[in-house]
């Protein structure tokens, strides 16, 4: 009687553990399904209906080329669908799964991409881009640490991607570790120096996910490895963009052996200046728009 007890409040408890996760898997569904619904009135929808192929006759390929588009196009949901076809009908598994897992993040399903990118390393455990696109959906859900450890997995077996360095340098900004952040950041630069140039829409999802007080602090940690590199076009312009939001540039310079020799430059006083008057500006802006009376009604002619 105990042990069948046992197990009825084990069932009771798993079923309770996993009820707002169906909850979750049941809004993202429905969230999923309310997207392909206001796409399908979209026109070009009815410009690629239909050319789809028969997923139940058409080659992997042709059915994996088809989720290609319809992801470009911005239909995911359709394209997740797609990219599942051509999955069954024998493609390519690891390849796949890493589109399906980008194309639930791009839905806003976290634990679906988790699902699809830890089959794709079941499948083959040496696949950088599916450790990496794990350690993306670990940061997206702010578990740093683990994120950490996957984007290492990536690094160990391809270590000559800027991407995975500056995805693990991410990681550990957001730990506060900005010893081992500026590092990753380093090795990045080192392997593609024009990687934070050519990558500017990586960077601005990185600087809208951080507070202004982070992405100052990014900025200034930026303008140290730049120093260290010797470029000192992007050191400036990262000293402007920290000091802008706020970040004590001045102060910080002197304790950075790299950037100290900077501190009396003409080109940094002035950006210093500059980035004074701006804030000086907005503190002003914001205590007026506090205290000024509200306007008065506009007259009826």
């Known amino acids: 009687m105990r042990p069948h007890l046992r197990s009825s409040y084990f069932v009771l408890l798993l079923s309770l553990s996993l009820f707002p996760a169906q909850i979750s898997a049941q809004k993202n569904n429905a969230d ?49 669908e797609y990219y599942g076809y051509s999955l069954q009908r024998g493609g390519e598994p690891t390849q796949l799964l890493n589109k399906m897992g980008v194309t639930a993040l791009e839905l806003r399903n976290a634990m679906l991409a988790r699902t699809y990118f830890q089959r794709a390393i079941k499948l083959k455990k040496k696949n950088s881009e599916a450790w990496n696109n794990l350690g993306a959906v670990e940061y997206l859900e702010r578990s740093y640490r683990n994120a950490i450890s ?23 900004f957001e730990l506060k570790d900005f010893e081992s952040a500026r590092k990753e950041y380093g090795i990045a630069l080192q392997l593609d120096p024009l990687m934070f140039e050519h990558r ?48 004590d540039v001045e102060r910080e310079m002197g304790r950075d052996a790299s950037l100290a020799p900077y501190r009396k430059d003409p080109r940094v006083l002035l950006l210093l200046q500059n980035a004074r008057a701006l804030r000086a500006g907005r503190d002003a802006t914001a205590v007026a728009s506090r205290t000024l009376p509200p306007l008065p009604p506009p007259l009826h002619e």
């Open 32 to 80: 999923a399904q309310l997207l392909r619904e206001v796409g399908h009135r979209d026109p070009q929808w009815l410009l690629i209906q239909p050319h789809l192929p028969d997923p139940m006759t058409a080659t992997p390929d042709a059915l994996e080329t088809a989720a290609d588009v319809l992801r470009a196009r911005r239909f995911p949901a359709d394209a997740l």
């Open 150 to 172: 996957a984007y290492k997995r990536a690094i160990k077996i391809d270590k000559k991607s800027s991407t995975y360095h500056s995805n693990l340098g991410t990681a550990y």
């Open 200 to 247: 500017r829409g990586m960077a601005g999802v990185t600087a809208h996910m951080l507070s202004p007080e982070d992405h100052a602090r990014f900025c200034f940690e930026m303008a140290r490895l730049y120093a260290k590199n010797g470029d000192e076009a992007q050191m400036l312009h990262s000293l402007t963009m920290a000091s802008e939001g706020g970040f």
